[in-house]
């Protein structure tokens, strides 16, 4: 079956730190991939996508690169903000008509200053 | 733009009652998918509705069910609740090309607690 496997949390880094986290996926066919954020009392935000391999994703200083080859979406960020603490979700969705969305668990990411 | 708005934002019921849940869609958009998000676990798909109609069901037991209205907005129904049916309830609305370039806009849910 479809399915997203996410890197456990809680992840904590110092302002300006390198992030990443890492993101695998399984999917029959050819998947469209998200990241999306979830700020405390909030619901979910987009934060980048790509749809097919070799697509890069990019927001907000946020990057992520469809892998094929490893099955891998990992979100990297060069320099993190306290503003950047949140939980994110990894996330596919297979074409076709009924398109609805795969997510992983879940990383809470803590920024300290 | 307005985006997705749910009501209300949080709830409390007793084991075995009914609970129904709103939805109002972004502007624009005609595709509404509910999902159920349980603590510190990700989104679960429940279903989704395109002009009125179920499109799409995941693995919920059918006392979870549904409407959309002709103005897009949505119900969703839970019938006789269990202590597990505790969760954030997610709302969300794509335009008509059902989120493959935009994605899906999500609301800021209904947090239901079951007693």
């Known amino acids: 079956g479809n399915s997203v496997t996410q890197m456990e949390g809680p992840v904590t880094l110092s302002e300006e730190a390198f992030l990443t986290i890492n993101c695998t996926y399984t999917?029959?066919?050819?998947?469209?991939l998200f990241w999306y954020v979830q700020y405390p009392g909030e619901g979910l935000q987009l934060l980048l996508k790509a749809t097919k391999a070799d697509d890069k994703g990019s927001n907000k200083g946020f990057e992520a690169t469809y892998r094929k080859e490893t099955t891998s979406f990992h979100l990297e960020k060069g320099s993190v903000q306290v503003s950047d603490s949140a939980v994110y979700f990894c996330?596919?969705?297979?074409?076709?008509?009924?398109?609805?969305?795969?997510f992983g668990k879940g990383t809470k990411l803590s920024v300290k200053p | 733009e307005t985006g997705v708005t749910q009501s209300p934002t949080h709830l409390i019921k007793t084991r075995g009652q009914q609970v129904t849940l709103r939805c109002s869609s972004q502007s624009g958009h005609n595709t509404v998918s509910w999902y159920q998000q349980a603590l510190g676990q990700g989104p679960q798909f429940i279903f989704q509705y395109y002009r009125e109609e179920e499109n799409g069901r995941g693995n919920f037991p059918p006392r979870f069910s549904g409407l959309q209205f002709p103005n897009y907005s949505s119900e969703l129904n839970v019938n006789a609740l269990e202590l597990d049916d505790s969760a954030l309830y997610l709302c969300?609305?794509?335009?008509?090309?059902?989120?493959?370039?935009?994605?899906?806009?999500f609301g800021s849910g209904t947090r239901l607690t079951v007693v």
């Open positions: 996330a596919l969705r297979i074409g076709g008509s009924q398109g609805n969305l795969i």
């Open positions: 999917a029959t066919g050819y998947p469209s």
């Open positions: 969300a609305s794509s335009p008509p090309d059902r989120g493959l370039i935009y994605g899906y806009t």
